[in-house]
């Protein structure tokens, strides 16, 4: 049977912009920026973590109708896809104090929960994102 998640997928509205959000600012790195001539394959993944990659993928054709792709592209920019990554990190409050200081705008800041410390924001997308600093 299954063995590993290796992608999973989040809608962007522009995939260069993306590109700074997610490698610029959060410090992600490029898995794969492939032109395959009617979509562009573009892949994420945590620096030294390739087996697990974030396609930043553009609503539209082959995937689905320019119709479906329209009223997607406008739920993504309610924010209301679903769209959501959940990061670990070894210390959420250092992090936080470092994306601040890239420009990344924050929904949440660090807060004690059960399970640890965790804080949340959105990409340019509206797009879910938390890290979360788990109890040792």
């Known amino acids: 049977m299954f063995t590993a998640i290796t992608h999973s997928q989040i809608y962007v509205l522009d995939q ?13 790195e490029v898995g794969a920026d492939i032109d395959m001539g009617f979509m562009r394959w573009l892949t994420v993944n945590v620096p030294g973590h390739p087996e697990r990659q974030v396609l930043l993928e553009k609503p539209g054709p082959p995937a689905m ?14 924010g209301a896809t679903g769209g959501m990554l959940i990061f670990t990190t070894d210390d959420c409050r250092t992090t936080y104090e470092t994306l601040l200081e890239r420009g990344v705008e924050f929904t949440q800041e660090p807060t004690e929960r059960p399970y640890g410390i965790d804080c949340g924001l959105r990409d340019p997308f509206g797009n879910s994102i938390r890290f979360t600093q788990p109890k040792g």
């Open 65 to 78: 109708s320019e119709e479906t792709a329209r009223q997607v592209r406008e739920l993504v920019t309610k």
């Open 16 to 28: 260069d912009e993306a590109l700074d959000f997610y490698v610029g600012k959060l410090g992600l």
